[in-house]
Nanobody, 120 residues
Framework: QVQLVESGGGLVQAGGSLRLSCAAS????????MGWYRQVPGKERELVAS??????NYADSVNGRFIISADNAKNTAYLQMNTLNPADKAVYYC???????????????WGQGTQVTVSS
């Protein structure tokens, strides 16, 4: 069983910063990709940022403001969100592609989601 546990969401004023964390635990064998998606009501979940073997990928809307990083020893990814604006308000979901000790084929796992609200 694999779990992704997120923390760090909350309410912040426009121009402020938040840092999200996502820790993978359980029977992980290897983690191929970790990243963050976000979703607002009525819209599809969209990729915010991801890291795969050191290669970083950002959505155009957050490039230059958000920074994703990973601590492989802790199986944890972080999303530093700077210069937040009301358009960044969403539920943020951690995502990881993980192979486990019982299934070597990498599969998608999701966190429970954390709310980020930005007041104007």
């Amino acid at each position: 069983q694999v779990q992704l546990v997120e923390s760090g969401g909350g309410l912040v004023q426009a121009g402020g910063s938040l840092r999200l964390s996502c820790a993978a635990s359980g029977s992980t064998r290897s983690i191929n990709t970790m990243g963050w998606y976000r979703q607002v009501p009525g819209k599809e979940r969209e990729l915010v940022a991801s890291v795969n073997s050191g290669e970083l990928n950002y959505a155009d809307s957050v490039n230059g403001r958000f920074i994703i990083s990973a601590d492989n020893a802790k199986n944890t990814a972080y999303l530093q969100m700077n210069t937040l604006n009301p358009a960044d308000k969403a539920v943020y979901y951690c995502h990881a592609k993980i192979s486990t000790i019982t299934n070597f084929v990498p599969r998608d796992f999701w966190g429970q989601g954390t709310q980020v609200t930005v007041s104007s």
